[in-house]
């Protein structure tokens, strides 16, 4: 029931762009995507909804796929600011809760 | 208050105590979620409450773990006779809403629990 998330962790240099790959083997209801930087609580960027609906900060760009239960986040021209680990949880058909995967640790350096 | 509140931010305790770990949601969110994160690890999902239905409680790992939620209000994770791999930082979460997975979660800053 938990999502796999991909990779397990990215290194980048300041200006370089990111994938984050999360993957289900269930039907889903909603993917989430959170950050959580050392020694913080995690912190929301975006939930993509079954049937398009998306709701999140402007600069943060997901996709989800509905038919393969996958979603992806984009991280374009990465910040050192964008450091941290990334969370996706899924609410899949029939659990009626969220469930998080393993977690993307991003490192960018300048 | 602003935001999900929890405490103690950090306890301390002998293996074999009993632990009770508080949080307190934002007002009027229905959803709460507890979250187990250990060390370099991801968030493992412990019990979920929405609104006056039956807790999902299938993450729990043990009968030594329960919770308890009043209402729309305080919740209160429990762990009985605590063991060293009960050693984390326990989350909790709530939401304003929780229809199919809609509602944004607002985290608390955790407490973190040292067995020793």
């Known amino acids: 029931q938990q999502p796999v998330q991909s990779p397990q962790a990215v290194i980048l240099r300041e200006g370089e762009d990111a994938v984050i790959n999360c993957s289900s083997s269930?039907?889903?209801?909603?993917v989430h995507w959170y950050r959580q930087k050392h020694g913080e609580a995690p912190v929301f960027l975006m939930i993509?909804?079954?049937?398009?609906e998306q709701k999140g900060h402007d600069k943060i760009s997901a996709s989800f796929n509905e038919k393969k239960q996958q979603s992806s986040l984009y991280l374009t021209a990465s910040q050192l600011s964008y450091s941290g680990t990334y969370f996706c949880?899924?609410?899949?058909?029939?659990?009626?809760?969220?469930?998080f995967g393993q977690g993307t640790r991003l490192t960018i350096n300048p | 208050g602003a935001g999900v509140s929890q405490s103690p931010s950090n306890k301390v305790t002998e293996k074999g105590k009993d632990v009770e770990l508080r949080c307190d949601p934002i007002?009027?969110?229905?959803?709460l979620y507890w979250y187990r994160q250990r060390l370099g690890q991801g968030l493992e999902f412990l019990i979920y409450?929405?609104?006056?239905?039956?807790?999902?409680k299938s993450g729990l790992p043990s009968d030594r773990f329960s919770a308890e939620r009043t209402g729309e209000s305080v919740s209160t994770l429990t762990i009985q006779r605590t063991q060293q791999e009960d050693s984390a930082v326990y989350l909790c979460?709530?939401?304003?809403?929780?229809?199919?997975?809609?509602?944004?979660?607002?985290f608390g800053e955790g407490s973190r629990l040292t067995v020793l």
């Open positions: 007002s009027g969110h229905t959803a």
């Open positions: 979460a709530s939401s304003l809403v929780w229809i199919r997975g809609s509602g944004e979660l607002f």
């Open positions: 269930k039907a889903l209801y909603s």
């Open positions: 409450f929405q609104g006056n239905s039956a807790p999902d």
């Open positions: 993509l909804l079954k049937g398009g």
């Open positions: 949880g899924t609410d899949s058909q029939g659990a009626q809760k969220l469930v």
